[in-house]
């Protein structure tokens, strides 16, 4: 059975930085596609960044030289390295995980079929 479990979410002032962890259970994350999505209250749920199983990333426009990603193959486990963040960063943060989920649709949440259940991440002024 495929579990995703976030971590690391918190609350933290403009500028600062924080990681996300997303430890997977059920299958090897080197094989899978993932990526981390976030959704604030009415609105669509968006990709942020993800990786598919070659390693290759795929970045939103809007965080591209704040965020990356990575994954540690021996602990199972992905994570979001969060940098320079912004007020707009303000959302639940939900990792996803897909063993079909090509390069070109990472950031497209319909692609998943597996998601945790989210951490939140507040950014303050």
């Known amino acids: 059975q495929v579990q995703l479990v976030e971590s690391g979410g918190g609350s933290v002032q403009a500028g600062g930085s924080l990681r996300l962890s997303c430890a997977a259970s059920?299958?090897?994350?080197?094989?899978?596609?993932m990526g981390w999505f976030r959704q604030v209250p009415g609105k669509a749920r968006e990709g942020v960044v993800c990786?598919?199983?070659?390693?290759?990333?795929n970045y939103a426009d809007s965080v591209k030289g704040r965020f990356d990603i990575s994954r540690d193959n021996d602990k199972n486990t992905l994570y979001l390295h969060m940098n320079s963040l912004k007020p707009e960063d303000t959302a639940m943060y939900y990792c996803?995980?897909?063993?079909?989920?090509?390069?070109?649709?990472?950031?497209?949440?319909?692609?998943?079929?597996?998601w945790g259940q989210g951490t939140q991440v507040t950014v303050s002024s």
């Open positions: 990786i598919d199983r070659d390693g290759t990333p």
């Open positions: 059920g299958y090897s994350v080197s094989t899978w596609s």
């Open positions: 996803a995980a897909d063993p079909t989920t090509t390069w070109w649709k990472l950031l497209v949440p319909s692609q998943y079929k597996h």
